[in-house]
């Protein structure tokens, strides 16, 4: 390694002028519709449970929503895998709806690749996102609620006008990093969960540098990838932060 040779641009023309736009394709694809789940889905729990005045079930749906997050990748792919296989629950539900004749081969197919990623990408991170919710809903002043109750208030005006205005200042800042992380599209989803026959669709930047870089013992060519990846997240952050400062009237912002 001391005595590596220097290359140094190459790696990156090497990444751009050969895979670079079906890598960056699929990267955003998935990043994007899992940023389209998992963000605003939280929020709306938070609220709904928020409103709940039964404990013992406002409990049991917390509990139960935020348990997939401890659950592994290999066994959240394949409660995937399983419910989507060509004679599982779903494709079961289909037919017998009459929504399809034939079972759907979702695993062969590379576009739908993308919306399962997003949809398990949110399903396991929603009950625990959802508890900072909770937890910044939980520190609202019921007083304000209470004089919104005097002035006949109806529920969905205490949550437009209280709840969601006091939510903005850690919405914005949890958007703030989703929008700096939208290429951390992970890879033990992709890598667990691919096949040869969606490749083209289903590889991003993290299985791609893990592929070349480890596998194939190309550990310049990783590095940079994995470089080129960490260098755009940071310009995202830095740009969505500023945005936060310019058109948040509570300026709202990381730092």
């Not at 040779?5 to 090497?14: I, N, P, R």
């Not at 935020?66 to 599982?88: E, Q």
């Not at 629950?89 to 929504?99: D, M, Q, R």
């Not at 700096?180 to 992709?190: F, K």
Request: charged share 15%; proline share 2%; with cysteine.
């Amino acid at each position: 390694m001391a005595n590596s040779q220097f290359v140094g641009l190459d790696w990156f023309k090497y990444f751009f002028s050969t895979d670079f736009t079906k890598i960056m394709r699929n990267t955003l694809a998935t990043s994007l519709l899992t940023l389209l789940f998992s963000f605003p889905l939280p929020i709306i729990l938070a609220l709904c449970l928020n409103e709940v005045r039964n404990q013992k079930a406002k409990k049991f749906v917390q509990t139960a929503s935020y348990i997939p997050y401890f659950i592994s990748w290999v066994i959240a792919a394949n409660i995937f895998l399983t419910f989507l296989s060509s004679d599982g629950v779903i494709n079961n539900l289909l037919k017998f709806f009459g929504l399809t004749d034939e079972s759907i081969l979702f695993f062969q197919k590379g576009p739908y690749f993308w919306w399962i990623i997003a949809i398990a990408n949110a399903w396991k991170v929603l009950g625990y996102n959802a508890i900072i919710y909770m937890a910044a809903i939980s520190g609202i002043s019921q007083d304000m609620y209470e004089a919104a109750d005097v002035d006949g208030a109806t529920r969905m005006q205490k949550i437009l006008h209280i709840t969601l205005p006091a939510l903005k200042p850690t919405i914005m800042i949890l958007l703030i990093l989703a929008i700096g992380g939208v290429l951390n599209t992970g890879y033990e989803q992709q890598l667990l969960m691919s096949n040869d026959a969606i490749l083209n669709y289903s590889d991003v930047l993290d299985t791609y540098a893990y592929r070349y870089g480890l596998k194939n013992g190309m550990y310049s060519y990783g590095t940079a990838v994995g470089f080129f990846k960490s260098a755009v997240s940071f310009i995202l952050v830095i740009s969505a932060n500023a945005l936060s400062k310019k058109f948040s009237d509570d300026n709202t912002a990381l730092f």
